[in-house]
């Protein structure tokens, strides 16, 4: 998603969003009473973003695009989705005596980029089997069904949905911008000892609060054990009062794709870095990001229930569960550079007589630049399976960063 400015004030709330945000919160300070008066922070989280009708992907507001919170690269412009569709195209052709051979989409946004995709290998001869979603939000659901079907027309009817991660897929795997959304967990460094960051209930609600690992609890061996693994592999010291993620979720999450998919490619886009970057002496306030209304900021316990909660990626930790699920690290890369390799500029190109030219020339720029999505994002390429050469990863290779 696009990063908007640190504000200081959010837009007010009406009386609806106001209602729905006070019961999300009630329901969340109920649970950390019942947990003694403390929660870590990846169930605080998870509870703000999934809690069944109550959290920020669970209830019906507008999410995606100018009427929501965010922007995600499908809704800057189709050319994202035209270039990746290149590179399912050749997937797919690689599978093709497969003919089962599809793909799958995790956590589909606003539909777009499905609706485009099955449009776009329809022109290019080479459509899936079938184009199946996974997603958590009913609404949402009904959401993306309208939108492929506006965008892909008869190509639409290859769509459906599931409830959970099938068995036996061939073909690809796609995650945009759903890693940075798995619930995930802070620590803070205090004599240079890690302390688990939590939410606790104040005078005035909802608050960030510090607990030293109990002596004795295996939960919190386990936390510690796993924050001193990841710290002790770096080659810089962090300063005393660092703040930082750490998501152990990416394993299982990363490994039931790999029990899911039997020949092809998983391909995760998402805002992160490799390890030795992403915990960096110079980034002592972590990189938990909050959004509401297209204003950014760094209060997760403004508004739950109405606000999205991000935290960027570890990708060395991605590349670690992908081996430990028997998949192979193909390709690491900016997000820049992979679109560049699939010749997102000849797309737009061809696309330059059209009426919203100017529009798409807008988004490319924001694909594309160091100072939006460019760098930032990353592209990692897991496969098995797969021996031919992946085209969106050819202009550049960062595994050796990882």
Not at 10 to 17: F, G, I, V
Not at 279 to 296: I, M, Q
Not at 335 to 347: F, K, N, P, T
Request: aromatic share 6%; charged share 20%.
């Amino acid at each position: 998603m696009t990063r908007g400015p640190a504000i200081t004030t959010l837009p007010d709330l009406d009386a609806a969003q106001r209602a729905h945000s006070d019961a999300t919160r009630a329901h969340i300070e109920a649970r950390a009473a019942a947990a003694g008066g403390w929660l870590p922070f990846d169930e605080y989280m998870e509870l703000a973003l999934y809690a069944p009708g109550l959290g920020y992907y669970s209830a019906g507001a507008t999410k995606f695009g100018a009427a929501g919170d965010f922007v995600t690269a499908p809704e800057i412009s189709d050319l994202f989705s035209r270039a990746l569709a290149l590179q399912f195209a050749d997937i797919l052709r690689e599978l093709g005596g497969q003919t089962r051979a599809s793909i799958l989409e995790i956590g589909a946004g606003s539909g777009r980029f499905a609706g485009v995709v099955l449009r776009e290998l329809a022109t290019l001869q080479q459509s899936p089997s079938a184009y199946s979603i996974l997603e958590v939000s009913a609404d949402l659901i009904e959401r993306q069904r309208a939108s492929v079907t506006s965008l892909a027309g008869g190509e639409a009817a290859r769509a459906h949905w599931l409830e959970r991660l099938p068995t036996g897929h061939c073909g690809v795997i796609f995650a945009n911008e759903v890693l940075d959304a798995l619930p995930t967990d802070r620590f803070v460094l205090r004599a240079g000892r890690p302390l688990r960051l939590g939410v606790a209930i104040g005078q005035s609600g909802l608050q960030w609060a510090e607990r030293a690992p109990v002596e004795g609890n295996p939960a919190d061996a386990a936390w510690l054990q796993e924050v001193q693994r990841v710290l002790g592999e770096l080659r810089e010291p962090l300063p005393e009062g660092y703040v930082g993620e750490i998501c152990p979720r990416i394993d299982a999450w990363v490994g039931a794709l790999g029990a899911a998919l039997e020949r092809g490619v998983v391909m995760l886009i998402d805002y992160g870095l490799p390890r030795r970057h992403y915990y960096h002496p110079d980034r002592v306030r972590g990189s938990l990001r909050c959004h509401f209304r297209h204003r950014a900021h760094e209060d997760p316990f403004s508004h739950p229930g109405l606000t999205d909660i991000t935290a960027w990626v570890d990708f060395t930790r991605v590349a670690e569960a992908a081996d430990a699920a028997g998949l192979e690290v193909a390709g690491f890369s900016t997000q820049a550079a992979a679109l560049l390799s699939l010749g997102i500029e000849r797309l737009a190109h061809t696309d330059a007589a059209r009426a919203d030219s100017v529009r798409q020339s807008q988004g490319m720029q924001k694909l594309l630049l160091p100072g939006e999505m460019g760098e930032a994002v990353k592209v990692m390429m897991l496969t098995r399976g797969m021996d031919a050469p992946l085209r969106s990863v050819r202009l550049q290779d960062l595994r050796g960063s990882l």
